[in-house]
């Protein structure tokens, strides 16, 4: 696999992708290159304002850009519910590219009471991916192929998953649950793509992390102030970290299950290209046993059954 960047990504006219949390940072660094090559990108945001504002930014330097709003809050069920349905309108989507995402906040909970980095990184995509598989499976019949993206972090490294804990009742620390919700990201990726290939669907699952970037996610980061130049100075600015979406969602060379993430710096920075995952995320039987968890938790069954 070669690395990849910004200047690899080819002509998309045609083609659909839903990017969550497009509205800022990588999100909106994903969706504005997508748009600049030609496809149709819907940006599933929170606020409408905030994503009115942004195809705003986008649309001086490409006026043609075919940008749509889709609703979605990825901490409330039934706001994961709505997008679905209607996201279903679009006659394709060639890739679902989960990149919204909350990073260290203190001790909160999504509306329907679940810690808020587990309910929104994971809880939130593993709904949202279920409830769009239709679509995608429908796309990929019709032209070949659609893909889930999953973004992770470096940080999964150092995670582990609490099943006894998972609603921060017997303790909570920021960085650690954030380390626990990233690598549910890589658990749910790699599940997915066994399921998929097992039912020989031709929906692939690949992983991606943005190595250290610059992004709204660092916005309960103590000292951000300092941070946010340090990281557009020696890490990946908002533009750099987009790249292993970019690569996730496009690149024909890879396989579902791939996971690709910056490859310089520790895997903080630099172009794309193969990650390193912990043992922790290669674990199927630990991949299992989240995939039942998630399913009891949400409400939410893909319909998939172990490969």
Wanted: aromatic fraction near 6%; include cysteine; charged fraction near 20%.
């Amino acid at each position: 696999m070669n690395e990849f960047t910004g200047d690899d990504l080819t002509d998309q006219s045609g083609k659909c992708y839903v990017v969550t949390g497009a509205n800022a940072g990588i999100g909106f660094a994903i969706a504005q290159a997508l748009a600049g090559k030609g496809a149709r990108v819907v940006m599933a945001c929170r606020s409408e304002e905030r994503a009115r504002a942004a195809m705003d930014r986008m649309r001086p330097g490409d006026p043609a850009a075919d940008l749509a709003f889709l609703p979605l809050d990825q901490a409330d069920l039934a706001s994961v519910r709505k997008a679905a349905a209607l996201a279903a309108a679009e006659p394709r989507i060639d890739a679902l590219i989960n990149n919204a995402g909350v990073m260290v906040p203190p001790l909160s909970f999504t509306k329907d009471g679940f810690e808020m980095q587990f309910g929104v990184n994971h809880l939130g995509t593993f709904a949202l991916t279920a409830l769009m598989l239709p679509l995608l499976e429908k796309t990929a019949a019709d032209h070949g192929e659609a893909r889930v993206v999953v973004t992770a972090s470096i940080a999964h490294k150092k995670g582990r998953i609490d099943f006894d804990n998972l609603d921060g009742s017997r303790g909570y620390a920021r960085m650690p649950f954030y380390q626990q919700s990233k690598l549910a990201n890589l658990l749910f990726a790699a599940e997915l793509d066994r399921r998929l290939r097992a039912q020989g669907s031709r929906v692939k699952a690949v992983a991606c992390h943005p190595g250290v970037a610059q992004s709204e996610l660092t916005r309960h980061i103590p000292l951000r102030r300092f941070f946010t130049p340090l990281a557009g100075l020696v890490l990946n600015t908002s533009r750099q970290g987009a790249w292993p979406a970019l690569q996730a969602a496009c690149d024909p060379a890879l396989q579902g299950g791939e996971y690709v993430g910056s490859r310089g710096l520790f895997e903080a920075r630099g172009p794309s290209g193969p990650a390193w995952r912990s043992a922790a995320a290669r674990d199927p039987e630990l991949a299992r046993r989240l995939w039942d968890v998630s399913v009891q938790m949400t409400g939410v069954d893909p319909g998939l059954p172990p490969a």
